[in-house]
């Protein structure tokens, strides 16, 4: 199925199942390979998957500007970057915790 047949049938709910499983099937290993590229494995299908989750829950409502594998590969780099965000902002969490568990640890040796 051509993709704008997909956004067709996605805007008219006919035929919309086969649609997204014809959009899944097509897509979702290049999107995959794309998503490895900034994540591991495990958050590469954790991303891919809530791609599609999102845009079966708003398939009534998707405006694609360019075309279908731009606005897919688009919303997985977006994800992607939002995850190596979270998962920095934890790390830094982490660290600062640390140090002030170190710094406890020294005080209390000094008052001993």
Same mark, same amino acid.
């Given at each position: 199925?051509?993709?704008?047949?997909?956004?067709?049938?996605?805007?008219?709910?006919?035929?919309?199942?086969?649609?997204?499983?014809?959009?899944?099937?097509?897509?979702?290993?290049?999107?995959?390979?794309?998503? $490895? +590229?900034?994540?591991?494995?495990?958050?590469?299908?954790? #991303?891919? @998957?809530?791609?599609?989750?999102?845009?079966?829950?708003? *398939?009534?409502?998707?405006?694609?500007?360019?075309?279908?594998?731009?606005?897919?590969?688009?919303?997985?780099? $977006? +994800?992607?970057?939002?995850?190596?965000?979270?998962?920095? #902002?934890? @790390?830094?969490?982490?660290?600062?915790?640390?140090?002030? *568990?170190?710094?406890?640890?020294?005080?209390?040796?000094?008052?001993?």
């Amino acid at each position: 199925m051509e993709d704008l047949a997909i956004l067709e049938s996605f805007r008219t709910g006919v035929g919309e199942k086969d649609a997204f499983d014809s959009l899944f099937r097509k897509y979702y290993p290049q999107m995959c390979v794309y998503a $490895h +590229r900034f994540v591991d494995m495990v958050e590469t299908e954790d #991303i891919v @998957q809530e791609c599609f989750v999102w845009i079966w829950n708003n *398939r009534a409502v998707i405006v694609v500007d360019r075309s279908v594998p731009h606005y897919l590969f688009s919303m997985v780099r $977006h +994800r992607a970057l939002n995850t190596i965000r979270k998962k920095n #902002i934890g @790390q830094k969490v982490t660290d600062m915790l640390q140090e002030i *568990r170190k710094e406890d640890m020294e005080e209390n040796a000094f008052d001993a």
